[in-house]
């Protein structure tokens, strides 16, 4: 009789989710964008690097800790927010010659594989589309910590992933190689569970 | 040598210059009636060179720009070949226009300022289509088209080297490069005429125009203080002409002032209205 019962409370507290399944399931984040950078670094014809950010960036990351192959990323940023701290330089970015704001005013990262590589870093894989060109790109990832942030009292994840790209093979090809091609990312980025 | 190439004020003067000198040239010999031609040949050759070939079908304004001269070419030298003049070949070249700055400029038609940007550079358009040339001993004289485009090609490439775009800036001056050796060619003696082909590279000028003022954040409304240039030829009745070799190079000269004197006045306006900084890059 005890067995019985004590079967069927385990049954029962299983349904429920009341006991921890074998797997954590994906958790669902919305990027925060008061506490993610998206900023790159390009060389300015040999003498100095310029320093630059997207002021507007958002996305969705299903994180699943315990198996991390199983995330997933996307992220879109609004390229007419780019942003060197130079008004007249930025508008030249925003024209046809380099992000063609008008024309493609959206940049989107979808990724399509994580490898893990270590306990808290991995490789992410995914399609960057920029200037209407979509092309792979791997950025090394690193998972900080996950947890109820002491700040906004919400549930929150944050990451830091660097990266290089080709502008030129995005069409980018204006400047090159005097105004360097390799573009170093730089990304810092903060989730709230959704 | 590839350093040279890569160099934006040859790629902007020098080498325009020398393509125009080289492919007007090439078409003097092949057939006189098509040498006006060379000048948008001249240009998509540099656009190729300097920019790239752009896909098919172009993802940006700036692809667009480079097919449409292609296809206004092309329907310039069959004109031209064909024998077509007068009305038949403005009507020609004002669909062609209309057509080129309609389909490059959809994307960015998403606010009324865009859309009276679009309505002023289509009644360019029709003046490009329908203006008509001077007449000098009953022939088409290339001498004042030529410097009228030479002037708008000027406008727009200095509008935009002072503004935010550096590739329409160097197109645009190409542009100018190629029609200043087509004047080359003709100067002191005026050896061809200007045809469809011709009018087509104008017309190139007005796109160049199109991509500067619908996207990019140039104040491109001081363009419109270079379209006194289009009727540079007007003036020539007012000049002193002699019949000899020597009037006649005068005339020609004085023609090209008078145009590229309104760019001028665009081009300070342009500076003026930016601070008087321009664009570092």
Known sequence: MKKTLFAA???????????????????????????????????????????????????DISFDKDAV????????????SVDTNHAKRDDHLRSPDFFNAKEFPKMTFKSTKIEKTGDKTGKLHGDLTMLGVTKPVVLDVT????????ASKLETAGFSARGTVKRTEFGMKYGAPAIGDDIQLLIEIEAVKS | MSELLQDPFVQSSVLPLLVGLILVGALHLLRRSLAAAGIAAGFLVVFAMVIGLPALPPPSSMGKLFWASAAGLLIGVVADVAGIRGRVASAVLAVWLAASLLWIALPALDSAAAIVSLVVLLGTAACVAFARGSQTHGDESPTAPAASLLALALAVGGTALIGSSASIAQMALALAASAGGFLLWNWPVERHGWGLSGRVATGIAVLLAAVLALFTQTQAAV????????????????LPQGDGPVGRAVSSAAVTVVAVLPALVAI??????????????
């Open chain 1, 143 to 150: 998972f900080n910590k996950d947890g109820v942030s002491p």
């Open chain 1, 69 to 80: 192959e199983k995330s997933t990323v996307t992220v879109t940023i609004d390229t007419t």
């Open chain 2, 223 to 238: 363009l419109l203080l270079a379209l006194p240039a289009l009727f540079a030829g007007h003036v020539r009745r007012f």
């Open chain 2, 268 to 281: 300070g306006a342009a500076f003026a209205l930016s601070g008087g900084e321009a664009s570092p890059y």
């Open chain 1, 9 to 59: 409370a385990l049954f029962v507290a299983t349904a429920t989710g009341a006991v921890a399944p074998a797997f954590a399931a994906p958790v669902s984040y919305k990027i925060d964008p008061a506490h993610t950078a998206v900023a790159f670094i390009v060389n300015h014809v040999g003498f100095s690097n310029v320093i630059g950010r997207f002021n507007t960036v958002g996305g």
